[in-house]
């Protein structure tokens, strides 16, 4: 039990914490300057007004604050399950940022991956009209098609522009017959570079629905030029 600012900032140090119960009006203290110093500290704990002298409109701009209840003290029942639904919000809140947080550490981890790849690591996605477009691009990209992940992104149709005609109509074919039996996605073809060079590459990828319904293929592109010519040799 504190009564003024620095006596409070003192305990949330010594924590861990599960809940703040305060009293709006204190002597050297009130409930949006405890919500203040709580707030500083980053610490995510439930924040409790319990007071007899709050006046709606204060509750209302204490709760716009970031406070999570106010009680009256003449209607003491509200604060046990006040406390326990709270309690019950701060670990779903606690388990969302877990949760966050490993997605980001998952995503940092492929990143590192997809950057190790002699090739390019992509997520593509098929509109109704047909139009493919491009979710996710590696850095890759550059050693292998000659442009920015950035730019295929933006200009996904760049990708089928760069394959003479009868490979791209090769390379629809194979993603329409992916689509339709839902099966693994495995084409070689030509393209032209920006700079004009002439390569071989072969696109792997899986299709799959995400959560959305969408259908998408998680795949890598190589270049296979030297092997192509190796055949031809």
Same mark, same amino acid.
């Given at each position: ?86 309690? $019950? *919000? ?10 966050? +947080?490993?997605? %980001?550490?998952? /995503? #940092? ?44 992104? $933006? *200009? ?10 009868? +490979?791209?109509? %090769?390379?629809? /074919? #194979? ?59």
């Amino acid at each position: 039990r504190v009564y003024s600012g620095e006596a409070m900032r003192e305990a949330l140090a010594r924590g861990p914490w599960d809940v703040v119960l305060c009293d709006h009006m204190m002597p050297r203290f009130s409930s949006l300057d405890a919500l203040a110093l709580l707030q500083e500290t980053g610490q995510d704990l439930p924040f409790i007004i319990v007071s007899g002298l709050i006046d709606e409109e204060t509750a209302v701009a204490a709760m716009r604050a970031g406070a999570h209840d106010y009680l009256s003290k003449d209607k003491p029942h509200r604060l046990i399950p006040a406390v326990e639904r709270e309690l $019950r *919000e701060a670990r779903h809140r606690a388990e969302r940022r877990a949760a966050l +947080d490993a997605v %980001r550490e998952n /995503e #940092a981890r492929l990143r590192a991956l997809a950057t190790n790849i002699p090739g390019m690591v992509f997520q593509m996605a098929r509109d109704p009209e047909g139009t493919v477009r491009f979710l996710y691009v590696s850095e890759g990209a550059t050693p292998v098609l000659g442009v920015r992940c950035g730019e295929l992104m $933006r *200009e996904p149709q760049r990708f089928l522009d760069m394959m003479p005609d009868s +490979d791209r109509q %090769r390379f629809v /074919e #194979a993603v329409e017959a992916s689509e339709g039996a839902l099966a693994p996605l495995n084409w070689d073809g030509r393209i032209r570079t920006p700079g004009g060079d002439l390569k071989w590459i072969n696109l792997r990828s899986s299709p799959r629905r995400i959560d959305s319904g969408d259908l998408v293929w998680d795949g890598v592109v190589f270049n296979i030029t030297q092997s192509k010519d190796t055949e031809r040799e």
